[in-house]
């Protein structure tokens, strides 16, 4: 059964235009940006009506929500609240920007970010410093929780968009701030029971800011990521099934048959262990990381339509329906890998094809949140905007590729940073470039802007 809905999708999808072009030329990334996702994410309602407090949902054309025309993918999930702003998007949406900064040069979206950070830097932070509100209350005017408190997901995420913030400005109260947070972290959050506790601090600031600290705090961070590495490898990786568990008090890694778990946080777990083991010279945890991640794409990749598959239900059976972040993340995996192995090159061109030609809502904009095997080429009816998808996955899925898509073709690629004087170190994001050359900086109305033309990329060295 599952090989005729496969073989359904393929067809529906072979009547669809061929957008795709030459999948790893950077520029085709560029105007997938430019084209596909920012024609959503630059629509006026998308920066709400106070600066910087963008709201948190919005309807799949763009509009914000309107409770006396009530669009369905919004009216439809009533734990959706339009009237509140999560910090989470906050954070989420000021790193797309960021993005799309980074990719274009253009300034105007250095400035959306600078005012979603402002709100980061100031009101939306707890008094004594030690994190950050979930949210704003637009009908109370005031800041708050939802009753849980802190949780570390949660608050790390919320340093998603300053941790690339600094990394494009270099602006050293920014990176007090992460540090002041990241030692409340440290003080007040004990062992969980949850992956994601430990998993998205990696992703959201460990990784990127690493390399960018002076000698002392690297230390620090350094000796704390190989600690985090191990205890997700120890508490949650599933060896029988090569999969990490994502709760521990719901998920048995002795079962017989693969719990009901997505592959999106093993292979991104897998990913940044490659990154903690070349940021700390652990060469044996980067190997081993890659070939486990490798079979984990072989898993998870449908054979006919060439797309990442969600994971296990829970009796064995791989989903055949996909999500946005979890087929983002396996892309982001693979093509790191195909950057010193042309072995996985073919099943990346083919997953990138796929989600240039049906992820993308060509109508609006920005990328859909769910497809539905069951109803080729998927559903429509998921908000494309709400508190956990806000851009990231797609603006850092398309910066990723094009990032790659540099390494597997041989082209350089800009990218912009907003400092006058370029530092010692200069990286494209996750990843490294045998060359780095700074143009003179530019004056700009948001101040100096310096382009950095990148070649020779290279990943998990």
């Known amino acids: 059964m599952q090989f005729w809905i496969s073989l359904a999708l393929a067809l529906t999808l072979l009547t669809l235009p061929a957008r795709a072009g030459d999948v790893f030329s950077p520029d085709r990334w560029l105007r997938h940006v430019e084209e596909d996702l920012l024609p959503f994410w630059a629509h006026p309602d998308a920066l709400g009506e106070s600066p910087g407090l963008f709201p948190s949902m919005r309807c799949n054309d763009g509009r ?20 509140r702003h999560y910090v989470v998007a906050l954070s989420r949406q000021v790193y797309s ?19 979603g950070m402002a709100l980061l830097m100031g009101p939306a932070r707890l008094p004594d410093g030690r994190g950050h509100y979930e949210f704003y209350d637009a009908e109370t005017e005031s800041w708050g929780f939802d009753g849980s408190g802190l949780d570390l997901q949660k608050q790390s995420y919320a340093l998603l968009g300053p941790a690339f913030y600094f990394y494009l400005t270099r602006e050293r109260a920014v990176l007090d701030m992460i540090l002041e947070t990241h030692a409340a972290m440290k003080a007040d959050y004990k062992t969980s029971p949850k992956l994601v506790a430990y998993l998205d601090q990696i992703n959201t600031f460990y990784a990127l800011l690493t390399p960018l600290l002076d000698d002392a705090d690297r230390a620090g961070w350094d000796r704390e990521m190989r600690t985090i590495a191990r205890e997700m490898v120890e508490r949650f990786y599933a060896p029988d099934h090569n999969v990490f568990l994502t709760n521990l008090e719901t998920q048995d890694a002795s079962a017989p048959i693969p719990p009901a778990v997505d592959f999106g946080h093993t292979i991104k777990t897998f990913w940044f262990l490659q990154m903690i083991g070349a940021l700390t010279g652990d060469r044996d945890l980067v190997d081993t990381s890659t070939d486990r991640g490798r079979r984990v794409l072989a898993t998870a990749q449908d054979p006919v339509t060439g797309a990442w598959r969600t994971g296990y239900d829970g009796q064995g059976t791989l989903i055949p329906d996909l999500s946005w972040w979890i087929y983002a993340e396996h892309s982001q995996f693979a093509a790191s890998l195909a950057l010193s192995d042309p072995s996985v090159r073919a099943s990346l061109r083919d997953a990138h094809a796929f989600w240039l030609r049906d992820f993308i809502d060509h109508d609006h904009g920005g990328s859909f949140t769910r497809l539905y095997a069951s109803n080729p080429p998927g559903a429509r009816r998921e ?9 990231f996955h797609e603006f850092e899925h398309a910066l990723v590729a094009y990032i790659t898509g540099s390494g597997l073709s041989g082209e350089p690629i800009d990218l912009h940073y907003a400092f006058e004087t370029p530092p010692d170190y200069l990286h494209p994001y996750f990843y490294r470039a045998e060359s780095a050359v700074a143009a003179d900086p530019v004056a700009t109305s948001q101040g100096p802007v310096t382009r950095v033309t990148f070649s020779g990329i290279s990943f998990a060295e």
């Open 64 to 83: 914000v929500f309107d409770p006396d025309s009530p669009c369905p993918e919004i009216a439809n999930w009533p734990w959706m609240k339009p009237h």
């Open 97 to 115: 920007y960021g993005v799309a900064f980074h990719m274009t040069g253009e300034v105007r979206y250095l400035d959306h970010m600078r005012q």
């Open 383 to 391: 908000a494309k905007h709400w508190v956990w998808k806000a851009g």
